[in-house]
């Protein structure tokens, strides 16, 4: 049995070793060590493995000894941010209530810029930690606060006050129970000790779990503002795309008295969404309704629960299940992206899936040897889609869907028009990357279809007449359907030519469009 252990370690010589030695008489292993004393003087995480008895006992063991609770008492500093309006006067307010509690200030820095607010940042005097988080609830209703590290000359020493600050923060933003703020704890420290390895200062990781949840807390309610298209395909068919500030569009084709959706956002807007689709599809509780995934990601899982049958590839299915069972998914598997998965999932209310509900309708490849594979087709009303499975390079399971005749295509994560964000989504995309490095399970294999294209678009060239596509293999080189639609946007598919080369050196010519990967 796993458990992770949030103590507050005595600042004194040995504390750590008193600590080590009590999980070693229990005969408990300890498989995990996150201390930084710049970040917080006393908290110490530990992650164990043991019995059930082992762990009761060891939770007697440290709360005798005094690691589970906070003893830190001694005076020391703390170094508060404070995002203040840029205007005359901004500062009093704060200033009259650091007054008011009698600390002692040791440190003022304020600075202008482009932005409408102003940090303002104060070093005060601590000595009673209760005090402080008393100030703290009175200093947010003012404006956001946080505790941060000032620089390597100038650290800021906190006494476990910083870890609760943050969560209490970021629990008030979303609501979170005492079970979740725990989590939160838990799992942010676990992405400031893997993102510090990779050399990304602790203020950092912080600052963007605390901007990620601000920002997910804007959008809600009212705040809940997505970009609305409607578009007619053909006589019976038309798609409604919804799309949102944070996470995944959600795409509504409605055709013959049926609706499929594309993918569906957070969960933490499920009730928004909701109410958007039924203003505009005023029957769509009492339609048939199925719910088609690219792939198992949260931001596109948030409707999972509302329709009748979810549809996918058996690597997503498979993945989803996972979850369902308590078991640990694709991203998770992967050491830079669990703690982030793990914050997302409680930030944005991740809701596991009905097994049942899920349905793989195409072939199964057990080792993908090409970027993109032709799987199978789909029909949904008047539309045709070929189905491609990706090897992958954003997420293993991850599909995509063509329709030739009508010019659609849904590309997942795989392929995303960056230059069409809303000043909103382009915010929300700062984070991911942060805190798990890449938002790609193989950002390589992800970008090397891609590449040349848009490299090409990048220098200015934006048409073309023809491209040579070469490989090591022993059949000839087709460009995958996701190529071929960004190929599309580049060029006049009357003209332009694909030459496909194998490694012979034999040449064959393919007029665009290429109907026919699977040869």
Request: net charge negative; aromatic share 10%; glycine share 6%.
């Amino acid at each position: 049995m796993k458990k992770t252990y949030a103590t507050s370690l005595p600042d004194h010589i040995g504390a750590f070793l008193k600590a080590s030695r009590c999980f070693a008489a229990l005969g408990i292993n300890i498989t995990r060590v996150s201390y930084d004393k710049a970040v917080d003087a006393h908290m110490l995480f530990l992650d164990v493995e043991g019995t059930p008895d082992q762990l009761r006992l060891a939770d007697a063991a440290l709360e005798r000894i005094g690691y589970l609770q906070n003893t830190g008492e001694e005076s020391s500093i703390v170094l508060l941010q404070f995002d203040l309006q840029d205007r005359p006067g901004a500062a009093n307010e704060v200033l009259k209530l650091i007054h008011e509690f009698h600390f002692n200030i040791s440190y003022i820095n304020a600075q202008s810029s482009d932005s409408p607010l102003r940090q303002f940042r104060v070093g005060i005097y601590v000595e009673d930690q209760g005090q402080v988080t008393e100030f703290l609830e009175q200093a947010q209703e003012l404006c956001q606060v946080q505790i941060i590290e000032y620089n390597p000359s100038a650290r800021a020493y906190d006494n476990s006050i910083f870890y609760s600050t943050f969560v209490r923060g970021v629990a008030r933003l979303l609501d979170l129970n005492a079970q979740q703020r725990q989590q939160l704890l838990v799992y942010s420290n676990l992405a400031m000790q893997t993102l510090d390895q990779q050399g990304l200062l602790p203020y950092r990781t912080f600052d963007s779990i605390s901007r990620f949840a601000e920002l997910l807390s804007r959008h809600r309610g009212e705040g809940f503002e997505p970009r609305i298209t409607t578009h007619k395909i053909t006589e019976n068919t038309d798609i409604l795309l919804i799309e949102p500030p944070c996470g995944s569009n959600t795409a509504l084709i409605r055709s013959g008295g049926e609706i499929l959706c594309i993918d569906s956002g957070y969960a933490r807007y499920r009730q928004e969404t909701l109410a958007l689709i039924r203003s505009l599809i005023p029957d769509f509780d009492n339609v048939p309704k199925r719910l088609l995934l690219t792939h198992a990601d949260p931001d596109h899982t948030g409707l999972m629960e509302d329709f009748d049958e979810i549809i996918t590839s058996l690597r997503s299915a498979e993945d989803l299940i996972a979850q369902a069972q308590g078991e640990n998914c694709l991203r998770e598997k992967n050491p830079l992206h669990r703690p982030y998965l793990h914050i997302c999932k409680l930030l944005t209310g991740y809701r596991c899936v009905e097994p049942d509900k899920l349905r793989s309708p195409w072939r199964h490849i057990p080792e993908l040897r090409e970027p993109l594979t032709q799987v199978g087709f789909f029909d949904f009303g008047d539309l045709h889609f070929e189905v491609y499975e990706g090897k992958g390079g954003h997420l293993p399971g991850e599909i995509v869907l063509i329709d030739y005749n009508n010019n659609i295509a849904f590309t997942g994560d795989v392929y995303i028009n960056i230059h069409g964000l809303t000043a909103a989504q382009a915010e929300y995309n700062q984070y991911a990357p942060i805190l798990m490095t890449s938002v790609d399970s193989d950002a390589q294999l992800c970008a090397r279809e891609r590449n040349a294209i848009f490299h090409a678009v990048a220098e200015g060239r934006t048409r073309f007449r023809r491209i040579v596509i070469a490989g090591r293999s022993a059949d000839f080189c087709v460009p995958c359907g996701v190529c071929r639609q960004v190929l599309r946007e580049f060029c006049n598919p009357d003209i332009f030519t694909v030459i496909i080369l194998r490694y012979t050196r034999a040449t064959r010519k393919w007029p665009m469009p290429i109907r026919n990967t699977t040869k």
